[in-house]
């Protein structure tokens, strides 16, 4: 049988078992959040030994041959010993900048990170608080123009980090985790292609970053942006998506409730087989924003898609 060690904890674990799942069996505190390889929360390095990684290219070089893997995806073949992430020796310290309610129920985060971070549009950050309580957020913020990192934040629901997060205060400090690009991206070949945007809740979030690069690089084709919300004060961005509305023509702003949302689907005409798709939310949202889409015409491999998973 497999001896598993971190820190001062040995454990005797079956053949094969997953790492996440043992750890946490044995004691240790890991944070997880998607089990999918995705939100890259539950990070351990590998100090002896070698799991079996299911994704390993779910990291990038670097990270890899620093030992580093994702427990969710590894099974435990021989003995190993790992150490789990540490926000106070492995993360990138922050401070917060400011936090603002947008709407009943999202709040923005604003942070400053104590050392410039290179990131793009779309990308999404693992956020450590001080207590060790992690999560992955997309970031909304646009690099380069920006002074300071925006993730919005679904606190509808209780949760550990959306909980400690409506006590922070400006000055408070976080930790900042793994950066990770999802599939949602700008690219400059894309200038003359029409381009839609869906996002449901605060799967506006990338999205609205992504628009704004969009914009800043001149794109020229046309640029629909819909947004679910399960209440109209909800449209949290409405002010912002119409101010950009306003200065841009070739920018069309749609916003609906789930209620709403089949007639507003049933509308969507393709225009263009060149149309692109990005879209980002709960599951079951971007499964039929997808199947809506499929429907209208665009090519599947013209639809790149986010996913904010619930919490394992």
């Given at each position: 049988?497999?001896e598993?060690?971190?820190?001062?904890?040995?454990?005797?674990?079956?053949?094969?078992?997953?790492l996440?799942?043992?750890?946490?069996?044995?004691?240790?505190a890991?944070?997880?959040?998607?089990?999918?390889?995705?939100?890259?929360?539950?990070?351990?390095?590998?100090?002896?030994?070698?799991?079996?990684?299911?994704?390993?290219?779910a990291?990038?070089?670097?990270?890899?041959?620093?030992?580093?893997?994702?427990?969710?995806?590894?099974?435990?073949v021989?003995?190993?010993?790992?150490?789990?992430?540490?926000p106070?020796?492995?993360?990138?310290?922050?401070?917060?900048?400011?936090?603002?309610w947008?709407?009943?129920?999202?709040?923005r985060?604003?942070?400053?990170?104590?050392d410039?971070?290179r990131?793009?549009?779309?990308q999404?950050?693992v956020?450590?608080?001080?207590a060790?309580?992690?999560?992955?957020?997309?970031?909304?913020?646009?690099?380069?123009?920006?002074?300071?990192?925006?993730?919005?934040?679904?606190?509808?629901?209780?949760?550990?980090?959306?909980?400690?997060?409506?006590?922070?205060?400006?000055?408070?400090?976080?930790r900042l985790?793994?950066?990770?690009?999802?599939?949602?991206?700008?690219?400059?070949?894309?200038?003359?292609?029409?381009?839609?945007?869906?996002?449901?809740?605060?799967?506006?979030?990338?999205?609205y970053?992504?628009?704004?690069?969009?914009?800043?690089?001149?794109?020229?084709?046309?640029?629909?942006?819909?947004h679910?919300?399960?209440?109209?004060?909800?449209h949290?961005?409405?002010d912002?998506?119409?101010?950009?509305a306003?200065?841009?023509?070739?920018?069309?702003?749609?916003?609906?409730?789930?209620?709403?949302?089949?007639?507003?689907?049933?509308?969507?005409?393709?225009?263009?087989?060149?149309?692109?798709?990005?879209?980002?939310g709960?599951p079951?949202s971007?499964?039929?924003f997808?199947?809506?889409l499929?429907?209208?015409?665009?090519?599947?491999?013209?639809?790149?898609?986010?996913l904010f998973?619930?919490?394992?």
């Amino acid at each position: 049988m497999p001896e598993l060690r971190v820190g001062a904890h040995r454990l005797t674990v079956a053949p094969s078992c997953n790492l996440l799942d043992a750890l946490l069996a044995g004691g240790v505190a890991v944070p997880y959040s998607c089990r999918a390889g995705s939100c890259h929360a539950c990070l351990v390095r590998c100090l002896q030994g070698e799991p079996l990684d299911a994704k390993p290219g779910a990291l990038d070089d670097a990270r890899r041959e620093q030992g580093w893997r994702l427990a969710c995806q590894c099974r435990i073949v021989d003995d190993l010993q790992v150490e789990v992430f540490d926000p106070l020796r492995d993360g990138r310290p922050a401070r917060i900048h400011s936090c603002d309610w947008l709407s009943p129920s999202v709040l923005r985060l604003r942070l400053i990170p104590q050392d410039a971070l290179r990131y793009r549009a779309g990308q999404h950050l693992v956020l450590w608080t001080e207590a060790g309580v992690a999560r992955p957020y997309s970031l909304a913020s646009l690099p380069g123009e920006d002074p300071w990192l925006e993730f919005h934040l679904d606190c509808r629901q209780s949760g550990a980090f959306s909980d400690a997060a409506r006590a922070m205060r400006p000055g408070d400090s976080l930790r900042l985790g793994e950066l990770r690009g999802g599939a949602l991206h700008y690219d400059p070949d894309w200038q003359a292609r029409p381009l839609w945007l869906l996002g449901a809740g605060t799967g506006l979030a990338p999205l609205y970053g992504i628009l704004r690069e969009a914009l800043r690089q001149e794109h020229q084709g046309p640029i629909r942006v819909i947004h679910l919300a399960h209440a109209a004060a909800e449209h949290y961005l409405a002010d912002s998506l119409a101010a950009l509305a306003a200065g841009y023509p070739q920018l069309r702003v749609e916003l609906t409730s789930a209620a709403q949302l089949p007639a507003a689907l049933a509308e969507l005409r393709l225009v263009s087989r060149k149309t692109l798709a990005l879209l980002c939310g709960h599951p079951h949202s971007v499964e039929t924003f997808a199947r809506r889409l499929y429907l209208a015409g665009i090519p599947r491999n013209q639809v790149f898609a986010d996913l904010f998973l619930p919490h394992a």
